[in-house]
T-cell receptor, first 115, second 110 residues
Framework: DSGVTQTPKHLITATGQRVTLRCSPR?????VYWYQQSLDQGLQFLIQ???????AKGNILERFSAQQFPDLHSELNLSSLELGDSALYFC??????????????FGPGTRLTVT | EDQVTQSPEALRLQEGESSSLNCSYT??????LFWYRQDPGKGPEFLFT???AGEEKEKERLKATLTKKESFLHITAPKPEDSATYLC???????????FGAGTQVVVTP
């Protein structure tokens, strides 16, 4: 158990709909990262927040948005869903290691199925 | 652009048959190279961070090494419970973004 929690575990929804995925980082971690894992693309970085502020953006679609709240939990909003958005969505939080890199610990993921 | 390439894509081993996985990378300003283990439908589990060429780290039957262009994950005398996908990732971004390889799927049979 990494200490990162994600809800829900599974989501099944229809094309055109909007969903919200939720993540709580490990106690004490200020950063939250979102990743998408699909069969053809592998694990892809979407967006990062640090203490409520957006810090880095990957290839995140304009239909997707995220935010981090004062209690440090984060939500990823996916709208106008398409079949291709079906994937596993992971959240991670990080700690700065003594070597100067951010070691990321991943949550269990949310499996999104768009029908 | 940062690139991470893992080989082989899949590896089938007999229990006790040692082997190595490869991770080749091109990145400007490597801050860290990471190895993760992922079981089907689960989140990646952190294994190691390597920072500079020549560094080695060990955990049970796993040993990770790093050169200037590659990292290797050696699995010594594997057991069936070592079956998983092993992911390699690099971090060059100052805020910690990870760039992942496609992974190596390892199956260890009794």
């Amino acid at each position: 158990d990494s200490g990162v929690t994600q809800t829900p575990k599974h989501l099944i929804t229809a094309t055109g709909q909007r969903v919200t995925l939720r993540c709580s980082p490990r106690s004490g971690d200020l950063s939250v990262y979102w990743y998408q894992q699909s069969l053809d693309q592998g694990l892809q970085f979407l967006i990062q927040y640090y203490n409520g502020e957006e810090r880095a953006k990957g290839n995140i679609l304009e239909r997707f948005s995220a935010q981090q709240f004062p209690d440090l939990h984060s939500e990823l909003n996916l709208s106008s869903l398409e079949l291709g958005d079906s994937a596993l969505y992971f959240c991670a939080s990080s700690v700065l290691s003594s070597g100067g890199a951010y070691e990321q610990y991943f949550g269990p993921g949310t499996r999104l199925t768009v029908t | 652009e940062d690139q991470v390439t893992q080989s082989p894509e899949a590896l089938r081993l007999q229990e006790g048959e040692s082997s190595s996985l490869n991770c080749s990378y091109t990145v400007s300003g490597l801050r860290g190279l990471f190895w993760y283990r992922q079981d089907p439908g689960k989140g990646p589990e952190f294994l190691f961070t390597l920072y500079s060429a020549g560094e080695e780290k060990e955990k049970e039957r796993l040993k990770a090494t790093l050169t200037k262009k590659e990292s290797f994950l050696h699995i010594t005398a594997p057991k069936p419970e070592d079956s998983a996908t092993y992911l390699c990732a690099v971090q060059a971004d100052s805020w910690g973004k990870l760039q992942f390889g496609a992974g190596t799927q390892v199956v260890v049979t009794p």
